[in-house]
């Protein structure tokens, strides 16, 4: 490959993920709380949630949420958007929704599946505090409104 068509290939990679290519600009991703901030964070990406229950740590360094793996299949809009079609049409026969909530469901979705295989019906995991902050800031609630990790069993826990 010419300098020319590298050039151009780099081109198309930025118009189409600018998010993913900024962090060859600007460096690496700085977080808010530092793992000695936190107790139970081991990999420096993590934040408090007030739902005990999301206080987890990735316990990987570096944070997961720096592999390439994480960020094609949790980051990247048209691999999640594509996900959420297929899981879409495949358990309901309807259209899919585009709303932000379901693109960070389906980022969860795809987490699962990497770091957990497929886990049945019913049977959920939480994932790590570090992934919820990058999806969150991916995918994020113009509101700021978030609903949190919720057990398969009842919305009210």
């Known amino acids: 490959m010419d300098e020319h068509d590298m050039r151009q290939v780099l081109k198309r990679a930025v118009e189409t993920e600018p998010d993913l290519m900024s962090s060859f600009i600007q460096g690496p991703i700085q977080y808010e709380n530092s793992s ?25 360094s570096p944070c997961i949420t720096t592999k390439p793996e994480f960020r094609n299949l949790c980051l990247r809009h048209d691999v999640v958007e594509i996900a959420n079609i297929l899981n879409w049409s495949f358990q309901t026969n309807l259209e899919p929704s585009f709303a932000s909530s379901t693109f960070r469901n389906q980022a969860y979705r795809n987490f699962v599946l990497w770091q ?42």
Do not use: K
């Open 36 to 60: 000695s901030e936190i107790a139970w964070c081991l990999c420096g990406g993590c934040r408090v949630f007030e739902d005990p229950r999301m206080n987890l740590c990735c316990c990987q």
């Open 116 to 157: 957990h295989g497929p886990l049945g019906a019913g049977r959920r995991v939480v994932v790590p505090s570090c992934v919820t902050v990058a999806v969150r800031r991916r995918f994020p609630q113009l509101d700021g409104a978030y609903r949190g990790y919720h057990s398969a069993y009842s919305d009210s826990e």
